[in-house]
């Protein structure tokens, strides 16, 4: 299972090599989210030889694997076990990576219920911009006292350092699952799913598409045998291949060219009509999908109304920004963090955010 294939004292010297002479440096793996973000110059530093499971215990909840390490070996060593990754990661390629993965801070249709990508992170090491080898917190949950770097590292698109291992916290896989789908407005949707999530309910998943509530129950069977008869709607019999295809953006909805905005809200705003556009409301309202041509200064205007923000996801046509402009504290904030791990802002330069 475990493999000594440690490409890290190699990196470190491209690294190093690159701060003494100030080379940028575009880190990438297999590619599968190179299109998230903006493109970042310099020479091309290969992550994904980097690879392989280094620890895993079972009884412990705990796995801890080299970032060039392919989703699809982690998981299916975790359904050997009967456990799984809870932020139910997408993959968007076959050649997905752990690194890649934690860069981007992507979660699947269970976040909101079971927590997001950072939430089981319980270590990382890396090399920053200066070739030092750094770790933070460790493969114990709970070991960690004081602020948690290690979790600052995901969602920083490799921006503060080259991820070499990540340790994650780990969860059983449920017992039993069944998906339901309801007949509801989109104003009936974003209410019944925001009260459902305040009950105890064994909820995993819930989204909203054309008229459509799909909800994921999981957990044993007599909670979800109880959920179902609360909540009532149809079984939706092929509910397991539905979430991938959410998961995946593999789903009708993500099959075209349009510009795809991903906006966070508050999961009870109510449903943003004044925005033209096709819509997937997913995370029980959380995080929700907006396909439309609409200048990008419009929509972040629109949604800065209801304290969200928007990120341009894919089919970036304009060259627009991608993430949502940060205030004046947080963009001073962004600065020093960067500034602390990589002084000459060699790593993924503008990759997060241009002027950084």
Sequence with gaps: ??????????????????????????????????????????????VSTHHGLIDYEPSELVLTARAGTLLTEIETTLEKSGQMLAFEPPHYGENATLGGTIACGFSGPRRPYAGAARDFVLGIQCINGKGER???????????????VSRLMVGALGTLGVLLEISLKVLPKPAYEVTLVLEQSANEAVKSMNQWAAQPLPLS??????????????GTKGGVKTAMRQL???????GP?????VREHQSAFFKDDTPLWRLSLAPGTPPL???????????????????????????????????GHATLFRNNPRDETVFHPLSSPLAALHH??????DPQNLLNRGKLYQEM
């Design 336 to 341: 020093r963090v960067k500034k602390a791990f």
């Design 273 to 307: 009509d004044f925005l033209s556009g096709q819509w997937f409301l997913d995370w029980g309202g959380a995080q929700r999908w907006l396909k439309s041509d609409l200048a990008a200064k419009d929509i972040r205007a629109a949604v800065a109304t209801v304290r």
């Design 134 to 148: 750094l770790k933070f917190g460790g493969q114990v949950i709970k070991n960690v006292a004081g602020y948690d």
């Design 232 to 238: 009532g709607g149809e079984e939706y019999a092929v």
């Design 1 to 46: 299972m475990f493999n000594n294939n440690d490409k890290s004292k190699e990196l470190q010297e491209i690294i190093k090599k690159a701060s003494t002479e100030k080379t940028p440096l575009n880190i990438i793996g297999h590619g599968t989210k190179s299109f998230y973000g903006h493109s970042a110059p310099g020479d091309k530093l290969e």
């Design 241 to 245: 291949h539905f979430w991938q295809n």
């Design 205 to 218: 998943a819930a989204c909203y598409l054309d008229g459509q509530i799909m909800i994921r129950l999981s």
